[in-house]
């Protein structure tokens, strides 16, 4: 419980806003504290962020996540602990609030709520964490200027709901800003308005509402814009475009379509521009190409990285590769991401998957191996666990090996619990290492392997490595 001298400031700060003078700002503090009620407010603006994909979403699910948990933490733990009477109704009669509530003054639930919602948001987008924060605060201090609480009570509450939003790092770790290190590169020439490039389009990738070929149209109206169709691949589209001296190809899609236009770029030795237009765009958002005016810069600028490319049985991929499970959890999750958020899709993923499928029987470089998911990264991937996320760098030429083991009892379900917990990290459920060149061989019959959102042939051996050669793309290169 508060100190008598804290409590004594408390007292004399709360009697201090009640001496102030009537204003218009009182009726609106009213409205504002009641719009705050049982988290309405934030509510409401978190199902608008909600509505846009990207960092706003992200921001949303965290928030409310956060806020829901504050709720909990404040009004069923703290309040117990901490029984402070409310403050005596000496403020001005039309400021105060019809009913007054009756539990723990100590601390504020709607200043907790608040600064679990802003901060959560301001987590993953900074700019609309600091436009809500005033908002916050208004939040705040209208429960002190309403007379039904102590600012002590508010300043605690503003503690609890920000840790708690701060604490969600543990089980959803924010992506980092900055992009992955790569290489420099002087090998892509500078294309005015996009002429010598040719750049494929698939039209199905990305929200219904968003035309890549128009935006590219309009970035580089001298680019060859080649649009995929059902009966036609990135393969068909580019090679021709290649043999006929294009300077530079381009991919607009997913991060299987990048994979396969890398792919003619890798074979005819020509710099590839990535323009984020799908859903995820892992490849982009590493390399640091968050919009597709960051590629058209970079292909104005003639400006360009190289990245590290690996390989499995002779095809390229440039995020990750896997065998068995993964990929149908990577699925599952995607789909229930919006509904659930990322952390808890993934977890209940896992759970389906990871209940009705089997176990394989590998040899990974000799050794014997026992694993429901085996994963494979082209650089190596953080946080561990189910579902890698980003790449701190796309030059260190190592492959990122990690399998969920199934020589454990209750594997499985020590698994799930470790994602639902965020202890992936320090679960033994997981096994890890990293290596320049792997040999896995299936001992439970032929596999297809997974890369980048593709499925590869049925096979027993998988050779996997990295290339010679990288990869150049357009961007451009943090100093």
Same mark, same amino acid.
Request: glycine residues 10%; proline residues 8%.
């Given at each position: 419980?508060?100190?008598?001298?804290?409590?004594?400031?408390?007292?004399?700060?709360?009697?201090?806003?009640? &001496?102030?003078?009537? %204003?218009?700002?009182? *009726?609106?503090?009213?409205?504002?504290?009641?719009?705050?009620?049982?988290?309405?407010?934030?509510?409401?603006?978190?199902?608008?962020?909600?509505?846009?994909?990207?960092?706003?979403?992200?921001?949303?699910? $965290?928030?409310?996540?956060?806020?829901?948990?504050?709720?909990?933490?404040?009004?069923?733990?703290?309040?117990?602990?901490? $029984?402070?009477?409310?403050?005596?109704? %000496?403020?001005?009669?039309?400021?105060?609030?019809? *009913?007054?509530?009756?539990?723990?003054?100590?601390?504020?639930?709607?200043?907790? %709520?608040?600064?679990?919602?802003?901060?959560?948001?301001?987590?993953?987008?900074?700019?609309?964490?600091?436009?809500?924060?005033?908002?916050?605060?208004?939040?705040?201090?209208?429960?002190?200027?309403?007379?039904?609480?102590?600012?002590?009570?508010?300043?605690?509450?503003?503690?609890?709901? =920000?840790?708690?939003?701060?604490?969600?790092?543990h089980w959803w770790p924010v992506r980092p800003t900055q992009p992955a290190r790569v290489r420099p590169s002087s090998q892509a020439p500078a294309l005015p308005d996009g002429e010598g490039l040719a750049v494929v389009v698939n039209p199905l990738s990305g929200p219904d509402t968003y035309d890549p070929a128009a935006e590219i149209c309009r970035l580089l109206p001298r680019a060859q814009v080649l649009e995929l169709t059902p009966d036609t691949c990135v393969e068909d589209l580019l090679e021709p475009a290649a043999r006929d001296g294009a300077r530079a190809l381009g991919v607009a899609g997913g991060d299987g379509s990048v994979a396969a236009a890398a792919a003619v770029a890798l074979e005819h030795g020509l710099p590839l521009a990535v323009i984020p237009a799908g859903t995820l765009n892992h490849f982009a958002r590493d390399v640091g190409l968050l919009t597709p005016?960051?590629?058209?810069?970079?292909?104005?600028?003639?400006?360009?990285?190289?990245?590290?490319?690996?390989?499995?049985?002779?095809?390229?991929?440039?995020?990750? %590769?896997?065998?068995?499970?993964?990929?149908?959890?990577? *699925? $599952? *999750?995607?789909?229930?991401?919006?509904?659930?958020?990322?952390?808890?899709?993934?977890?209940?993923?896992? =759970?389906?998957?990871?209940?009705?499928?089997?176990?394989?029987?590998?040899?990974?470089?000799?050794?014997?191996?026992?694993?429901?998911?085996?994963?494979?990264?082209?650089?190596?991937?953080?946080?561990? &666990?189910?579902?890698?996320a980003w790449r701190p760098r796309l030059e260190d030429g190592l492959l990122d090996v990690q399998w969920l083991r199934a020589d454990l009892r209750f594997g499985r379900t020590r698994a799930v619990l470790a994602t639902l917990l965020g202890v992936s990290e320090h679960s033994r459920s997981y096994g890890k290492f990293q290596a320049r060149e792997l040999t896995v061989r299936s001992l439970s019959g032929p596999q297809r392997v997974a890369y980048d959102g593709e499925m590869g042939e049925p096979a027993t051996e998988f050779r996997f490595g990295q290339r010679s050669t990288p990869l150049t793309v357009y961007c451009r290169h943090p100093q």
């Amino acid at each position: 419980m508060p100190g008598p001298a804290r409590r004594n400031l408390d007292v004399r700060l709360h009697a201090l806003v009640g &001496g102030l003078p009537s %204003s218009p700002a009182d *009726r609106w503090l009213r409205r504002l504290t009641r719009s705050a009620n049982h988290g309405r407010l934030w509510l409401v603006i978190g199902a608008l962020l909600a509505t846009r994909r990207g960092a706003l979403r992200r921001g949303a699910v $965290r928030g409310l996540g956060a806020m829901a948990v504050t709720s909990a933490v404040v009004n069923v733990v703290l309040k117990s602990l901490f $029984r402070r009477g409310r403050p005596e109704h %000496s403020g001005r009669p039309e400021r105060l609030l019809r *009913r007054s509530p009756t539990t723990s003054s100590f601390p504020s639930g709607h200043s907790a %709520s608040a600064a679990a919602f802003v901060t959560g948001v301001a987590m993953e987008s900074l700019p609309v964490g600091a436009a809500l924060a005033p908002v916050g605060l208004a939040v705040g201090y209208s429960r002190v200027h309403v007379g039904v609480h102590f600012p002590g009570d508010v300043v605690a509450g503003f503690a609890v709901g =920000a840790g708690v939003a701060a604490a969600s790092q543990h089980w959803w770790p924010v992506r980092p800003t900055q992009p992955a290190r790569v290489r420099p590169s002087s090998q892509a020439p500078a294309l005015p308005d996009g002429e010598g490039l040719a750049v494929v389009v698939n039209p199905l990738s990305g929200p219904d509402t968003y035309d890549p070929a128009a935006e590219i149209c309009r970035l580089l109206p001298r680019a060859q814009v080649l649009e995929l169709t059902p009966d036609t691949c990135v393969e068909d589209l580019l090679e021709p475009a290649a043999r006929d001296g294009a300077r530079a190809l381009g991919v607009a899609g997913g991060d299987g379509s990048v994979a396969a236009a890398a792919a003619v770029a890798l074979e005819h030795g020509l710099p590839l521009a990535v323009i984020p237009a799908g859903t995820l765009n892992h490849f982009a958002r590493d390399v640091g190409l968050l919009t597709p005016q960051d590629a058209v810069d970079a292909v104005l600028a003639g400006e360009a990285v190289t990245v590290d490319v690996a390989e499995v049985n002779g095809t390229p991929f440039l995020n990750t %590769s896997s065998l068995g499970a993964y990929p149908e959890m990577v *699925r $599952r *999750r995607d789909r229930l991401s919006p509904r659930l958020g990322k952390w808890l899709a993934l977890t209940v993923a896992a =759970a389906q998957v990871l209940r009705s499928g089997s176990p394989l029987e590998l040899t990974v470089d000799g050794r014997p191996l026992r694993a429901w998911i085996l994963f494979v990264g082209n650089g190596v991937y953080t946080p561990r &666990g189910l579902a890698p996320a980003w790449r701190p760098r796309l030059e260190d030429g190592l492959l990122d090996v990690q399998w969920l083991r199934a020589d454990l009892r209750f594997g499985r379900t020590r698994a799930v619990l470790a994602t639902l917990l965020g202890v992936s990290e320090h679960s033994r459920s997981y096994g890890k290492f990293q290596a320049r060149e792997l040999t896995v061989r299936s001992l439970s019959g032929p596999q297809r392997v997974a890369y980048d959102g593709e499925m590869g042939e049925p096979a027993t051996e998988f050779r996997f490595g990295q290339r010679s050669t990288p990869l150049t793309v357009y961007c451009r290169h943090p100093q």
